[in-house]
T-cell receptor, first 115, second 114 residues
Framework: AQSVTQLGSHVSVSEGALVLLRCNYSSSVPPYLFWYVQYPNQGLQLLLKYTSAATLVKGINGFEAEFKKSETSFHLTKPSAHMSDAAEYFCAVSPLTGGSYIPTFGRGTSLIVHP | NAGVTQTPKFQVLKTGQSMTLQCAQDMNHEYMSWYRQDPGMGLRLIHYSVGAGITDQGEVPNGYNVSRSTTEDFPLRLLSAAPSQTSVYFC?????????????FGPGTRLTVL
């Protein structure tokens, strides 16, 4: 069975500061991993995804994430936070092979950006 | 492409009423799913479909029915609404169930059950 854990339901940063949102996965085989963003009163949209081609993945809006198999992690980072980054962020996992192919979502992390 | 569309955007029901939440996609995606989003609970899968005529239960299926008669449409039916079903409902689709395909989400339906 697969699962994802997002550490911290809320993360607060100042504008211009580093953003770090944590995601750890549990899967019997290394999975595909995704980060989605949800702006207020909207649906989720894809930020970036890991598909085993490269461990450092760059996404939209200056975000990137690094897949670390040894740590079973896929943390999301951005060097400098902007007010427009305030949103809910979801990590998701989808297995490569075997078992259920249904994507599993984490509980989400709310990013708060202070001026 | 319109992507994934959902109607209505908002709905208020009384306990015991039934209704159907509509979802449609125009991307010819095989896989469609319904989630509910509650504070602190993230997204929980209600039902999903891997193609026309094929549906299956997710994590929280009780009180909901689905059907998939066409590739495009995947309506969610609330049989007898309860206050516990107050939530935001999202429909999503992706080209296939497995693999690296991106999941596309609709804008959501905000449901209140009194």
């Amino acid at each position: 069975a697969q699962s994802v854990t997002q550490l911290g339901s809320h993360v607060s940063v100042s504008e211009g500061a580093l953003v770090l949102l944590r995601c750890n996965y549990s899967s019997s085989v290394p999975p595909y991993l995704f980060w989605y963003v949800q702006y207020p009163n909207q649906g989720l949209q894809l930020l970036l995804k890991y598909t085993s081609a490269a461990t450092l993945v760059k996404g939209i809006n200056g975000f990137e994430a690094e897949f670390k198999k040894s740590e079973t992690s896929f943390h999301l980072t951005k060097p400098s936070a902007h007010m427009s980054d305030a949103a809910e962020y979801f990590c998701a996992v989808s297995p490569l092979t075997g078992g259920s192919y249904i994507p599993t979502f984490g509980r989400g992390t709310s990013l708060i950006v202070h001026p | 492409n319109a992507g994934v569309t959902q109607t209505p955007k908002f709905q208020v029901l009384k306990t015991g009423q039934s209704m159907t939440l509509q979802c449609a996609q125009d991307m010819n995606h095989e896989y469609m799913s319904w989630y509910r989003q509650d504070p602190g609970m993230g997204l929980r899968l209600i039902h999903y479909s891997v193609g026309a005529g094929i549906t299956d239960q997710g994590e929280v299926p009780n009180g909901y029915n689905v059907s998939r008669s066409t590739t495009e449409d995947f309506p969610l039916r609330l049989l007898s609404a309860a206050p516990s079903q107050t939530s935001v409902y999202f429909c999503a689709s992706r080209k296939r169930l497995g693999g690296t395909d991106t999941q596309y989400f609709g804008p959501g339906t905000r449901l209140t059950v009194l």
